[in-house]
């Protein structure tokens, strides 16, 4: 088991590893699966979040006083927490209803096409997900957005990035509906991904996701994010290996 501070070079290893059984496998002319989650997993969504906060401050400039004064001094995104309430806090957004405000005009753009192009894929992301498509896995893009509202920008903001999307040997599995739980949604999903092939690693950054996926694949390698996810989740279940980033071993850790 890797603990929390543990050897740093054993995720970017394990990483690495995953490839050469997708090679060995695919030489074997056996299918491979390998599951990413998008938000927090792939994508860092503390972009979208910032640029939807501007564009609402400046929008509404004179009705959102304590917004539009938190961008003269805002510096980084260390500020945006995985709760928008608490972001708000910390921007010194204190007035009930310019919180009401801002939280309904945020949740509109958030959870729609447009402004998912507005994510930064994390390091080495891109990469990663190319190599292993490349090696022969089936890249299957597991993401609680819904197929209403979120599907077109979920495969726009895939391809601008040059993200294997819409080939063949790869999968784009959405909620049919954006009310259906997270937990929930998964683990019916894996069921149906369990009748395709072998999985052979598992990107989560929920921890209550990756548990419920490394219960459902034990054979698979499985990797938490360590980004931002849900408050008060549950312990991550023994022999998830977390890493930071999906940089190859030995770059800039
Ligand atoms: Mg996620």
């Known amino acids: 088991m890797i603990k929390k501070d543990g050897n ?21 002319r056996r299918s491979t699966l390998a599951i990413f989650d998008l938000d927090g997993t792939l994508f860092d969504n503390r972009t979208r979040t910032m640029f939807i906060l501007r564009e609402i401050s400046e929008k509404f400039d004179s009705a959102l006083p304590q917004l539009s004064r938190a961008f003269s001094s805002f510096r980084d995104l260390s500020v945006v927490d995985y709760s928008l309430d608490v972001t ?25 096409d447009e402004y998912q ?15 292993i498509h490349a090696a022969g896995a089936t890249v299957i893009y597991l993401t609680g957005r819904d197929v209403g509202r ?23 599995i959405v909620k049919k509906e954006s009310e259906q739980d ?3 949604f998964k683990r019916e999903v894996s069921e149906y991904i369990d009748r395709l092939g072998e999985v052979v690693a598992v990107f989560e ?4 996701n990756s548990n419920i996926l490394r219960a459902r694949f034990p054979g698979a390698v499985s990797f938490f ?25 030995g770059r800039g850790k």
């Open 182 to 184: 997270d937990e929930l």
């Open 225 to 249: 994010v360590e980004t931002q996810h849900r408050p008060g989740a549950p312990r991550l279940d023994a022999g998830i290996i977390r890493i930071k980033d999906f940089r190859p071993p």
């Open 8 to 28: 740093k070079a054993a995720g970017p290893a394990a990483l690495a590893k995953v490839i050469d059984l997708v090679e060995m496998r695919t030489a074997q």
């Open 117 to 131: 192009k507005y994510d930064m894929p994390l390091a080495g992301a891109k990469a990663y997900v190319e190599k």
């Open 150 to 172: 979120m599907l077109v920008g979920t495969t726009e903001v895939l391809r601008l990035y040059g993200f294997p999307v819409g080939v063949a040997g790869t999968m784009t």
């Open 88 to 112: 708000l806090k910390r921007l010194k957004v204190t007035a009930s209803a310019e919180i009401k405000f801002v939280k309904q005009e945020w949740a509109r753009r958030f959870f729609s």
């Open 205 to 208: 950054n929920e921890p209550a």
